[in-house]
């Protein structure tokens, strides 16, 4: 009697199993996609027009000054942050050169130079053969000076590069040459 009743009671078992594995495959199902998640980086690019010898004085004698202007542009998709460093083939005469940058000059001549605008860059070296900032601070960050440009946007800076009227016999028949870096970071997600 035992026997029947575990042969019974296992018949049973099997059963309901069997009963519980075809109810779990017998159910409906479906799914749904969502396609064409696209995912596009932006762009930093900075540009500058000219793109070399923005200010250029071959013999040039104490009291003259030469005035250029220089358009910068932010030909990438992303607001960026930029700074400018200058550094020149010699020490002597680049420090007896006085720079100055300015924006919002109306007219970027030498007589235009003094009558408007913002000075961005003070009277200063016009570079060393180490590289110095003249504009913000080319570091990784927001740095004071930093200008900012919106994407697609410019703006045009005024440089002016004198020769003081006290500039002695030391700088005499000498030569330098000055680059400017114009170095550009992204401001998102960059405080």
């Not at 035992?2 to 779990?24: D, E, H, I, P, W």
């Not at 053969?129 to 913000?136: H, K, R």
Request: one cysteine or more; proline letters at 4%; glycine letters at 8%.
């Amino acid at each position: 009697m035992m026997m029947r009743r575990t042969l019974a009671t296992a018949m049973v078992l099997a059963l309901f199993l069997g009963l519980v594995t075809l109810s779990a495959l017998a159910l409906f199902t479906d799914s749904a996609s969502v396609p064409a998640n696209t995912f596009t980086t932006g762009t930093v690019d900075i540009t500058t027009s000219p793109t070399t010898a923005l200010v250029t004085f071959s013999a040039m004698a104490p009291g003259d000054q030469v005035t250029a202007p220089i358009t910068v542009t932010n030909a990438g998709t992303m607001q960026l942050r930029y700074a400018v460093t200058s550094t020149t083939t010699e020490n002597v005469l680049a420090a007896a050169l006085d720079l100055t940058v300015k924006s919002g000059v109306t007219t970027c001549t030498n007589a235009g130079f003094g009558v408007d605008g913002t000075v961005v860059y003070a009277t200063g070296d016009l570079g060393n053969t180490t590289a110095i900032n003249i504009i913000g601070d080319p570091a990784q960050g927001s740095q004071a000076g930093d200008r900012t440009l919106n994407a697609s946007a410019n703006e045009v800076l005024c440089f002016n590069v004198s020769l003081p009227s006290g500039t002695g016999n030391a700088s005499q028949g000498l030569t330098t040459t000055a680059t400017f870096n114009f170095q550009a970071e992204q401001t998102s997600n960059n405080p």
